[in-house]
């Protein structure tokens, strides 16, 4: 049994089919397949509920995108990917789909992510260029640049919240500029309210000196053209896959395959009840939205994608009052901000 259908418990569903001879059932709250990477469709507009694109520096998750959804052709030849120290060609121009006639493609495209400010459009993340200075002006420029000198010499000593961490990687000026409304408005919280950890995980090594040093080499002509970009920083990236119809269209298909090969998808199920014998877990008990019917279903193994207040929560044991305050996210420290992190899709429980 799988809770949740997003692309953490798909995937979980469709290796088990194909490695293994367990026959997996999803269960699925929602009628849409992908969770938070899904694409909605509206009137016939396809809308993603977040920017993902598709990159990655693992050979094996690329090979495994590009299966499900194989690259576009190209009248410029073979595409290659090269990473881990190797370079491999993907399909010939002649052999890839053409885009303008099948559906079950994978697009290269450009980067390209802006933001709205002072009535104009900034690259995001900001790259130091000339239009970026022209529209920021040369009073604001310099207040940037001394902002985060002073960050550089005298950085915050304490950096427990994302707005510390920001301001001490891109000075106070720029965070107020681009960084504080852009996150409130993204992830509903303001940033200081938000731990410094998340930050770290989420621009990784962007800073000032790097987005710098990024456009220096663009500016002279050091370009990685492969698709994988090893030696690119995932947030400087300046290509990428996408799927035709969005990132919903890879968990569309991936949902395909699980049901053509056995496997069972059940949308519109709520789980309501997670049946233990105090040790281990026999059942889980779901109910029809559309009807509301419960139904329970046994298995051998049992894996959560599901929120992890939520899957606490389900137990019919209740779990130790610790473990539901750090699931709750009531105790502070470095255990509550890894519980949040992996609060949607890292927790497997194995009978």
Known sequence: MIIGAGPAGLTAAYELLTRTGIIPIVLEKSDCMGGLARTVNYKGNRIDLGGHRFFSK???VMKWWLHMLPLQSSERGP???RYQGRERTIAPSTAGPDPESEDRVMLL???KSRIYYLRRFFNYPVSLTKDTLVKLGGWRTCKIAASYLR????????????????????GRELYRSFF???????WGKPCNQIKAEWGAQRVKSLSVWSTLTHALRKGAGVRNG?????????SLIEQFLYPKFGPGQMWDEVARQIKERGGGIRTSMT????????????????????TGRTERFEGDYFFSTAPVQELMRSFDVAPPPNVLEVSDGRVAGPLAS???RNGRGEEANRR
Do not use: C, H, W
């Not at 010499?153 to 891109?170: G, H, S």
């Not at 504080?180 to 993204?186: L, P, V």
């Not at 789980?271 to 559309?290: P, Q």
């Open 58 to 60: 693992s050979d094996r």
């Open 79 to 81: 595409a290659s990917i």
């Open 109 to 111: 495209r450009p980067r």
């Open 151 to 170: 960050s550089a010499v005298f950085p915050l000593r304490n950096q427990d919240t994302l707005e510390q961490f920001f301001i001490n990687r891109f």
């Open 180 to 186: 504080m409304s852009y996150t409130e408005k993204i």
């Open 226 to 234: 492969n698709v994988s970009q090893k030696d690119t920083q995932t």
């Open 271 to 290: 789980v309501s009840r997670i049946v233990t014998d105090g040790l281990k877990v026999n059942a889980v008990e779901a109910t029809d939205s559309a």
């Open 338 to 340: 890894d519980s949040r």
